[in-house]
């Protein structure tokens, strides 16, 4: 990478590739001053800027590796561009900027993914996309009724670009990846012809850039360079982590479940905790430490499931209950961030307060580590856990660190990241121990071993429903996490939203092909239908844990390649096919490792898929073992029970995916 010198400009260019063209009559920064609005509603977000200057840097003063860019010529230099390896530094010359505008050169015909988990778009192209951690919404879709709803009564409705985890990296089809090294609110702008626009409410640190002659390579660099998971723990192959919040019934309820043949690796009880009842349905006692009235004797019931090979998973988030006893102990030894008058800073959850554990406290963050993930759940049993709330972090507190709140909310889920595999590593049970998270930012690769999609709708819906969880792992896959799973059967029913059989069962087949298979109830359990009360629905989910079983051999190499290369398990099709350009957009099925390619059935009512099959070689059905020619789009039967999913007929597995047939 360097800076070339034109005529009356210059260019940055990687190999063959131009990047940054910038010239008088089009640059490509620009700086100025904003004023922002922002807005919190328990996780939800409502930003506006207001622009008071936007100026073009036209001016540039080219020496070595080293630029100054101004107004005009004459004019006080406003900002420094250094190149430091494959990376552009910035440094700001006038204190006044807190904006920044980048235009990076584009084609037209370009794709580019990334931006952290997305949800709704795999392909970026075309849009605009605000990068803040955040609540999803409840509904992402801005014409449906669910959205509409959730947005009159509570502000809570979303839209397409709304994620859990946010990340401003993007890969090209140009064969480049992009990362602004920023915790600041920013916009990846794709929607013009000759370029892309970055904009980013501060002068990041640097911007980095990566190149290679395959996606693949590209992809294998971005993960060392945020980080890579270890391989999956060995009791996660043994079928799903089966998720019940029914106190001691759970027990009971999970005997039934794998009376039916079930595999069952693990059981989940997020209500481990205890329970309160609120009108969003009940909620989990937000005060980490196992609760004797809901679950008595649990230390011997995690015993005794470890003697049959099933781990016991629980819940945990950086709040804390003013209810709960934990909460005095942090409050003495001022571990809780603040507010404007120095006093613990309350957060209304919604009928409940919480005090913030102040992580950017070194003593507060080792004492959740130790006391709380620790001692209360690592060294009582639990092998795993749900790490929820990353995203929650107000904007208007004060921290240890005195970092603006506004800076360190994208941040925060980062630093829930660490606290969480700090407490793991201190037990020896680095990749043994397997916490999931949702929020996500930068550099939470290093730590979270496995993520997912978050509180999908429990529905067939584009931007709510089943498909997006696709998306979810296609996107953030590409930026260095290699394990993602989601909620079967989806978590969110609210105003008359509820599960169907059809829904769970298309839902577990997806699952069967993923990393892990795990349920959940749902926010509402007793309005929704639940794996283990409809016969058909809990023969189904047997089998389709029986297959799950059965490809562990198959998922075992996938994550020991994870491991060596940063590949996730879960790929685009371009990332094998990348002389394909068909392979750019499709988001709605996955190559699982480079041998199978899996069409999860996504719409109600449909016992067909229809789905292109790449490459010159042949594919294989899975389950009528017909051959299908690659390059072409096919149509194929894929009634409950059989997802259309396919397998390359050179495959080195290929008799393990043919025993897969057998399964009944």
Same mark, same amino acid.
């Given at each position: 990478?360097?800076?070339?010198?034109?005529?009356?400009?210059?260019?940055?260019?990687?190999?063959?590739?131009?990047?940054?063209?910038?010239?008088?009559?089009?640059?490509?920064?620009?700086?100025?001053?904003?004023?922002?609005?922002?807005?919190?509603?328990?996780?939800?977000?409502?930003?506006?800027?207001?622009?008071?200057?936007?100026?073009?840097?036209?001016?540039?003063?080219?020496?070595?590796?080293?630029?100054?860019?101004?107004?005009?010529?004459?004019?006080?230099?406003?900002?420094?561009?250094?190149?430091?390896?494959?990376?552009?530094?910035?440094?700001?010359?006038?204190?006044?900027?807190?904006?920044?505008?980048?235009?990076?050169?584009?084609?037209?015909?370009?794709?580019?993914?990334g931006g952290g988990e997305q949800m709704s778009y795999f392909d970026m192209r075309g849009r605009r996309f605000p990068l803040w951690t955040s609540e999803p919404g409840v509904g992402r879709d801005k014409t449906t009724e669910i959205t509409f709803k959730s947005d009159v009564s509570g502000k809570a409705g979303g839209d397409y670009y709304?994620?859990?985890?946010?990340?401003?990296?993007?890969?090209?089809?140009?064969?480049?990846?992009?990362?602004?090294?920023?915790?600041?609110?920013?916009?990846?702008?794709?929607?013009?012809?000759?370029?892309?626009?970055?904009?980013?409410?501060?002068?990041?640190?640097?911007?980095?850039?990566?190149?290679?002659?395959?996606?693949?390579?590209?992809?294998?660099?971005?993960?060392?360079?945020?980080?890579?998971?270890?391989?999956?723990?060995?009791?996660?192959?043994?079928?799903?982590?089966?998720?019940?919040?029914?106190?001691?019934?759970?027990?009971?309820?999970?005997?039934?479940?794998?009376?039916?043949?079930?595999?069952?690796?693990?059981?989940?009880?997020?209500?481990?905790?205890?329970?309160?009842?609120?009108?969003?349905?009940?909620?989990?006692?937000?005060?980490?430490?196992?609760?004797?009235?809901?679950?008595?004797?649990?230390?011997?019931?995690?015993?005794?499931?470890?003697?049959?090979?099933?781990?016991?998973?629980?819940?945990?988030?950086?709040?804390?209950?003013?209810?709960?006893?934990?909460?005095?102990?942090?409050?003495?030894?001022?571990?809780?961030?603040?507010?404007?008058?120095?006093?613990?800073?309350?957060?209304?959850?919604?009928?409940?307060?919480?005090?913030?554990?102040?992580?950017?406290?070194?003593?507060?963050?080792?004492?959740?580590?130790?006391?709380?993930?620790?001692?209360?759940?690592?060294?009582?049993?639990?092998?795993?856990?749900?790490?929820?709330?990353?995203e929650y972090l107000p904007i208007d507190i004060n921290l240890s660190n005195g970092v603006d709140a506004k800076l360190m909310h994208n941040a925060w889920p980062t630093l829930w990241a660490e606290v969480n595999a700090k407490a793991v590593e201190s037990r020896g049970k680095t990749g043994e121990a397997l916490f999931f998270m949702r929020a996500g930012f930068t550099g939470v690769q290093a730590h979270c071993p496995?993520?997912?999609?978050? &509180? $999908?709708?429990?529905?067939?819906?584009? *931007?709510?429903?089943?498909? /997006?969880? @696709?998306?979810? =792992? !296609?996107?953030?896959? %590409?930026?260095?996490?290699?394990?993602?799973?989601?909620?079967?059967?989806?978590?969110?029913?609210?105003?008359?939203?509820?599960?169907?059989?059809?829904?769970?069962?298309?839902?577990?087949?997806?699952?069967?092909?993923?990393?892990?298979?795990?349920?959940?109830?749902?926010?509402?359990?007793?309005?929704?239908?639940?794996? &283990? $009360?409809?016969?058909?629905?809990?023969? *189904?989910?047997?089998?389709? /844990?029986? @297959?799950?079983? =059965? !490809?562990?051999?198959? %998922?075992?190499?996938?994550?020991?390649?994870?491991?060596?290369?940063?590949?996730?398990?879960?790929?685009?099709?371009?990332?094998?096919?990348?002389?394909?350009?068909?392979?750019?957009?499709?988001?709605?099925?996955?190559?699982?490792?480079?041998?199978?390619?899996?069409?999860?059935?996504?719409?109600?009512?449909?016992?067909?898929?229809?789905?292109?099959?790449?490459?010159?070689?042949?594919?294989?059905?899975?389950?009528?073992?017909?051959?299908?020619?690659?390059?072409?789009?096919?149509?194929?039967?894929?009634?409950?029970?059989?997802?259309?999913?396919?397998?390359?007929?050179?495959?080195?597995?290929?008799?393990?995916?043919?025993?897969?047939?057998?399964?009944?």
């Open positions: 990478m360097h800076f070339e010198t034109t005529k009356d400009g210059f260019a940055l260019t990687i190999g063959n590739r131009t990047i940054l063209s910038h010239s008088p009559q089009n640059p490509a920064f620009f700086a100025g001053f904003g004023k922002e609005r922002m807005d919190m509603y328990r996780g939800n977000f409502d930003i506006e800027d207001y622009v008071i200057e936007r100026t073009a840097l036209r001016h540039a003063e080219v020496n070595g590796d080293s630029i100054t860019l101004s107004s005009a010529p004459g004019q006080a230099p406003r900002l420094r561009l250094t190149l430091d390896g494959n990376a552009m530094r910035l440094t700001a010359l006038d204190d006044t900027v807190n904006r920044l505008w980048l235009r990076v050169v584009a084609e037209t015909d370009e794709h580019v993914w709304n994620t859990n985890y946010p990340q401003p990296t993007y890969l090209s089809s140009r064969r480049y990846a992009l990362h602004v090294e920023t915790s600041a609110y920013s916009v990846f702008d794709f929607r013009n012809g000759d370029f892309h626009e970055i904009e980013i409410w501060a002068i990041p640190e640097k911007i980095e850039f990566f190149a290679g002659d395959h996606f693949a390579d590209i992809v294998s660099a971005l993960s060392l360079r945020f980080g890579r998971q270890p391989e999956l723990p060995e009791w996660i192959y043994g079928g799903a982590i089966i998720g019940l919040k029914d106190g001691v019934n759970s027990f009971a309820r999970l005997e039934k479940i794998r009376a039916a043949g079930t595999k069952v690796s693990g059981l989940w009880c997020e209500d481990w905790v205890g329970l309160r009842q609120t009108s969003f349905g009940a909620r989990l006692f937000w005060d980490w430490q196992a609760n004797d009235t809901r679950y008595p004797h649990l230390r011997q019931k995690i015993a005794e499931l470890a003697d049959q090979g099933i781990r016991f998973l629980g819940y945990v988030n950086p709040y804390l209950c003013v209810d709960g006893p934990l909460f005095p102990v942090a409050e003495k030894a001022g571990y809780f961030a603040t507010d404007a008058e120095g006093k613990t800073a309350l957060v209304d959850f919604g009928e409940f307060d919480c005090g913030v554990v102040d992580f950017t406290n070194p003593a507060a963050a080792d004492w959740f580590a130790e006391e709380i993930i620790g001692r209360n759940m690592l060294d009582f049993g639990l092998s795993g856990w749900m790490a929820d709330f990353g496995l993520i997912w999609g978050g &509180d $999908q709708s429990v529905d067939f819906s584009r *931007h709510d429903g089943l498909v /997006t969880v @696709i998306c979810g =792992a !296609l996107s953030s896959g %590409l930026m260095g996490n290699a394990y993602h799973h989601s909620d079967i059967g989806g978590y969110t029913s609210l105003f008359g939203n509820v599960r169907t059989a059809e829904l769970i069962m298309r839902w577990t087949e997806m699952a069967a092909f993923t990393p892990v298979m795990r349920t959940h109830e749902g926010n509402r359990p007793r309005d929704n239908l639940q794996i &283990d $009360q409809d016969e058909a629905v809990l023969a *189904h989910f047997a089998r389709m /844990t029986s @297959i799950y079983v =059965a !490809l562990a051999p198959y %998922l075992k190499s996938l994550s020991a390649e994870a491991a060596r290369t940063g590949l996730p398990v879960q790929r685009p099709l371009l990332l094998h096919y990348e002389n394909d350009r068909q392979t750019y957009a499709i988001q709605d099925c996955y190559l699982y490792g480079a041998d199978m390619l899996v069409a999860p059935v996504w719409k109600a009512g449909e016992t067909q898929r229809s789905l292109y099959l790449p490459g010159d070689g042949e594919w294989v059905h899975l389950w009528s073992g017909t051959h299908y020619p690659g390059g072409q789009d096919v149509t194929v039967e894929a009634p409950l029970g059989e997802p259309a999913v396919f397998y390359r007929a050179d495959s080195s597995h290929r008799s393990l995916f043919e025993q897969l047939r057998t399964i009944v």
